[in-house]
């Protein structure tokens, strides 16, 4: 837990330290230099499913941050209410209705539309669309196969049928919306054709990106670094920063930004990824392994280990999974 300075109020965040989406609510904790509180939530070990945390976030959904008695969800929320909850720091959600506000609002808007999970999986479940490596070993690809990726979807979908059949009356209509996305999910990542598409439709994105950073540079004063929407760092940066950490990380950046295509966009991530608070975030992917391997063995023992609990590796990086291959041997022979 990380350590929470005598202030009132004290955020209290809920999630899993390599999800993208706590990772933005992090991010945006650490630019307004605000200590908080955390709970590991292992989603891998349903935990989101349990009916403390359908209380408290009834779309099973991670992170949830709490202040004080009141619970807010979805990560662009979450960077909303710590902005405005917090003085410290710099202001990340500019007035929407001034200019720069107003970019901030639509590229925020633009990136979270990127449908990341899709992205994730179904660049797993169809390696030939991928550009450059994963940034994971080989043991990690061995567990990875399509095969096992439709096994696991399979396991997930019959668990919340199971789950319907045991819950509270009150927590059902909560499951079924769980099943019904899972199973939209498991249709698009399956489908080469439908992950080729949403590669496709990201090309625009990065136009975008593009152009608007090749405006950024013409406003800026030289010596001033160039963010997405000019000199000040601000909430569309925290979320690009992280779109652009898993499209790396699944091995698919290249075909967006490198030297010989869109050198701005490629320029830009590198100054965000240099960036402390960028940095401390990213480490987080590392540090999160022997938490996740922790809890792992304590919901589910070996076997935990043994199936791989596919969905969660793919956050751990290269560093994470290389440990966990270590580890799975020494007790797969206890």
Same mark, same amino acid.
Request: glycine share 6%; proline share 4%.
């Given at each position: 837990?990380?350590?929470?300075?005598?202030?009132?109020?004290?955020?209290?965040?809920?999630?899993?330290?390599?999800?993208?989406?706590?990772?933005?609510?992090?991010?945006?904790?650490?630019?307004?230099?605000?200590?908080? !509180?955390?709970?590991?939530?292992?989603? +891998?070990?349903?935990? &989101?499913?349990?009916?403390?945390?359908?209380?408290?976030?009834?779309?099973?959904?991670?992170?949830?941050?709490?202040?004080?008695?009141?619970?807010?969800?979805?990560?662009? +929320?979450?960077?909303?209410?710590?902005? +405005?909850?917090?003085?410290?720091?710099?202001?990340?959600?500019?007035?929407?209705?001034?200019?720069?506000?107003?970019?901030?609002?639509?590229?925020?808007?633009?990136?979270?539309?990127?449908?990341?999970?899709?992205?994730?999986?179904?660049?797993?479940?169809?390696? &030939?669309?991928?550009?450059?490596?994963?940034?994971?070993?080989?043991?990690?690809? !061995?567990?990875?196969?399509?095969?096992?990726?439709? !096994?696991?979807?399979?396991?997930? =979908?019959? !668990?919340?049928?199971?789950?319907? &059949?045991?819950?509270?009356?009150?927590?059902?209509?909560? =499951?079924?919306?769980?099943? &019904?996305? =899972?199973?939209?999910?498991?249709?698009?990542?399956?489908?080469?054709?439908?992950?080729?598409?949403?590669?496709?439709?990201?090309?625009?994105?990065?136009?975008?990106?593009?152009?608007?950073?090749?405006?950024?540079?013409?406003?800026?004063?030289?010596?001033?670094?160039?963010?997405?929407?000019?000199?000040?760092?601000?909430?569309?940066?925290?979320?690009?920063?992280?779109?652009?950490?898993?499209?790396?990380?699944?091995?698919?950046?290249?075909?967006?930004?490198?030297?010989?295509?869109?050198?701005?966009?490629?320029?830009?991530?590198?100054?965000?990824?240099?960036?402390?608070?960028?940095?401390?975030?990213?480490?987080?992917?590392?540090?999160?392994?022997?938490?996740?391997?922790?809890?792992?063995?304590?919901?589910?023992?070996?076997?935990?280990?043994?199936?791989?609990?596919?969905?969660?590796?793919?956050?751990?990086?290269?560093?994470?999974?290389?440990?966990?291959?270590?580890?799975?041997?020494?007790?797969?022979?206890?």
């Amino acid at each position: 837990m990380r350590t929470c300075r005598a202030q009132d109020p004290c955020p209290f965040l809920r999630g899993q330290d390599y999800i993208n989406l706590l990772n933005l609510a992090v991010l945006a904790l650490y630019e307004k230099d605000v200590e908080f !509180k955390d709970k590991y939530v292992n989603i +891998h070990a349903g935990e &989101q499913n349990e009916e403390w945390y359908l209380r408290i976030n009834p779309n099973g959904m991670v992170p949830v941050l709490q202040i004080g008695d009141k619970y807010y969800s979805e990560s662009e +929320h979450i960077i909303d209410v710590v902005d +405005h909850t917090f003085s410290s720091g710099p202001t990340l959600v500019p007035d929407v209705e001034t200019g720069l506000g107003a970019e901030v609002k639509r590229f925020r808007e633009l990136l979270d539309s990127v449908p990341v999970d899709v992205i994730t999986f179904g660049l797993l479940a169809n390696p &030939q669309l991928r550009t450059t490596e994963m940034k994971m070993p080989a043991a990690f690809k !061995k567990l990875t196969t399509p095969a096992n990726i439709a !096994k696991n979807f399979a396991a997930s =979908i019959e !668990k919340y049928k199971k789950q319907l &059949q045991t819950c509270p009356s009150d927590l059902k209509q909560n =499951i079924e919306m769980k099943l &019904q996305r =899972i199973t939209e999910r498991r249709d698009k990542v399956m489908n080469t054709l439908k992950v080729q598409a949403t590669l496709d439709d990201l090309e625009s994105v990065f136009n975008q990106l593009a152009d608007r950073l090749k405006k950024s540079a013409a406003e800026c004063s030289e010596g001033e670094d160039v963010w997405l929407c000019g000199a000040r760092f601000t909430a569309a940066d925290i979320t690009a920063a992280m779109l652009m950490f898993r499209l790396e990380m699944v091995g698919v950046l290249s075909r967006f930004a490198s030297p010989s295509g869109r050198q701005e966009v490629l320029s830009y991530y590198t100054r965000l990824s240099a960036r402390p608070t960028v940095k401390r975030t990213y480490a987080l992917v590392e540090k999160s392994k022997s938490v996740y391997m922790m809890y792992a063995v304590k919901k589910y023992g070996k076997i935990a280990l043994k199936i791989g609990l596919v969905v969660g590796l793919v956050g751990l990086g290269y560093l994470g999974v290389r440990e966990y291959s270590r580890a799975y041997k020494g007790i797969k022979n206890a």
